[in-house]
């Protein structure tokens, strides 16, 4: 009897081919994610209040002139505007300037001060959750990747404090925010790739279970962060460190969090769909034991997933410094549920095998909209860990149940 074509199995990569493009996109896991963006965002701004901002716009050289009742003319530069009170206009005439003053009420969720900040701290989670993704796809853990980001926090902080002094106490022969950049990226990446070395050389090489050897790890790089630093916070750092680097300004906002979040996505996404490498890791969370005998080298494989593991936490590290201008111990408590239920949520199974990039960015983006939907609802925050617990449970399930429709 003749074998069944793979075209004939639906489950097959060839039929997979077979299908319309739309459908392929449609029931992908990063759409369905998109989706729950979309309907959390339409939500919160629905269902959270309105508030009342004010805009103030200096104009050098302009002058003002009544321009009928409840309405004045700004002339600046040779144009004249006319505004009116009734859509909120206002102004403020000095000798040299007029300033032009808006109130309006916008949606508390949904306005560009709040946007920026739910991804500016979607950012650091998802610049971490990409490695934990590649963690997980090889059925593995890291319950240390928290406590990885404090401590390469702290060392990075402590490298740069004798270059560029603090607010409090400038250096009057200070380095430059330069030097400072280059050297807390390098300390801050090194640390984290350093801890993850020694998570995958712990797990491989003494065979031990990566949740046992991650959990050691959690609880002795978050003491050494505190031993370090005495438990206290190293910063703050000069206003030109992080104006040159996390809070970098362009286009009215602060988008290097933004910018790094989806380079290493990107990058991400590269190696684990286009590369050796990448292939190698899916094979090892598929089956290891198959992998080992089609000769590929589990353990060095499983060492650097780790090592970049603790790579990305370090990245993620030094954009914290470059972004907050300080650095303390207590930096990421927690952080090890969150990047775990982003990776989860986007997709990465945690028998292994399965997970994307993209995914992780988008499981980030979730998880922070969770954290600040509590907040805009001005629901008690300590409820938050009780909803990022079972948005992970929900996920597992979600993917179990896929498994066993998919294998009927």
């Known amino acids: 009897m003749s074998s069944p074509s793979p075209a004939s199995n639906p489950g097959s990569g060839p039929a997979q081919n077979l299908r319309p493009w739309w459908h ?8 369905g994610l998109v989706a729950v963006i979309a309907l959390m965002a339409v939500g919160l701004w629905l269902f959270t209040p309105r508030i009342n901002t004010t805009d103030r716009t200096p104009l050098v050289g302009a002058t003002v002139a009544a321009a009928g009742e409840g309405a004045f003319t700004v002339t600046h530069q040779g144009a004249a505007t006319t505004y009116r009170e009734s859509d909120g206009y206002t102004y403020r005439a000095t000798d040299d300037r007029v300033i032009l003053i808006q109130e309006a009420q916008v949606s508390k ?14 950012a650091f989670i998802a610049i971490m959750a990409v490695g934990m993704t590649g963690i997980i796809i090889k059925g593995g853990i890291d319950l240390s990747v928290g406590s990885i980001y404090a401590l390469a926090i702290v060392f990075g902080a402590m490298a740069i404090e004798p270059l560029i002094g603090t607010m409090n106490e400038p250096k009057a022969d200070s380095a430059g925010p330069l030097v400072a950049i280059v050297v807390v990226l390098a300390v801050c990446v090194g640390t984290g790739a350093l801890c993850g070395l020694v998570n995958g050389v712990g797990t491989v090489g003494l065979g031990v279970h990566p ?16 031993v370090c630093t005495k438990g206290q916070t190293i910063g703050p ?24 979040m989806a380079v290493v996505g990107v990058a991400g996404a590269i190696v684990l769909t286009s ?22 080298p589990v353990g060095r494989t499983k060492v ?21 201008g300080a650095g303390g111990p207590d930096a990421g408590k927690g952080y090890e549920l969150n990047v775990i239920a982003a990776a989860v949520v986007g997709g990465a199974s945690l028998s292994g095998g399965r997970g994307t990039a993209l995914g992780a960015v988008l499981g980030a983006i979730v998880i922070q909209l969770i954290d600040n939907s509590i907040l805009m609802l001005g629901i008690d925050q300590n409820y938050k860990e009780i909803v990022i617990g079972a948005a992970i449970v929900l996920a597992v399930v979600i993917d179990q149940t896929k498994q066993r429709l998919t294998g009927r």
Do not use: C, H, W
């Open 237 to 260: 750092f000069p206003a030109d460190f992080t104006g040159s680097f996390g809070k970098l300004p362009l286009f009215g906002t602060t988008p290097v969090p933004l910018i790094l």
């Open 109 to 122: 969720f949904l306005n560009t001060n709040n946007l920026v900040s739910v991804l500016t701290s979607s």
């Open 275 to 296: 590369t050796v490498f990448g292939r190698r890791t899916f094979a090892i969370g598929g089956n290891e034991v198959a992998a080992k005998y089609a000769g590929i």
């Open 211 to 226: 949740f046992i050897i991650t959990l050691g790890g959690m609880a002795v790089y978050r003491g050494i962060a505190f």
């Open 304 to 324: 650097s997933l780790f090592v970049i593991m603790g790579a990305l936490a370090g990245l993620a590290a030094a954009l914290y410094v470059g972004y907050y």
């Open 24 to 31: 392929r996109v449609v029931f992908a896991q990063e759409f």
